[in-house]
Nanobody, 119 residues
Framework: QVQLVESGGGLVQPGGSLTLTCLAP????????MAWYRQAQGKERELVAL?????????NYADSVKGRFTISRDNAANTVYLQMNNLKPEDTAMYYC???????????WGQGTQVTVSS
């Protein structure tokens, strides 16, 4: 069973920045869409950012993070990143990495990394 490994979370003040990292060992990484989700306490998990592999690759973002977050990937290192700038208290959540091939139903998740934005 593939286990994705997230890191980089922590406590940051409003307006600050963090970079999350997700390592995806043991998969043909370049064939997977990679995404970051988050789940705040008492809320449903939501898609934050997606990096697809089709058509040369494209990125999509939740409206709430557009212009502040950037998803990127390094296929040689089986790694996806989430650069988060100008963080707000409402960004506080557990952030999860997800890997899924477009033509397959199953996907892989990490255990999450906590991001807390507070003064």
């Amino acid at each position: 069973q593939v286990q994705l490994v997230e890191s980089g979370g922590g406590l940051v003040q409003p307006g600050g920045s963090l970079t999350l990292t997700c390592l995806a060992p043991g998969i043909a990484f370049s064939s997977y869409n990679m995404a970051w989700y988050r789940q705040a306490q008492g809320k449903e998990r939501e898609l934050v950012a997606l990096f697809t592999v089709g058509g040369g690759g494209s990125t999509n973002y939740a409206d709430s993070v557009k212009g502040r977050f950037t998803i990127s990937r390094d296929n040689a290192a089986n790694t996806v990143y989430l650069q988060m700038n100008n963080l707000k208290p409402e960004d506080t959540a557990m952030y999860y990495c997800n890997a899924k091939r477009p033509w397959q139903r199953h996907d892989f998740w990490g255990q999450g990394t906590q991001v807390t934005v507070s003064s």
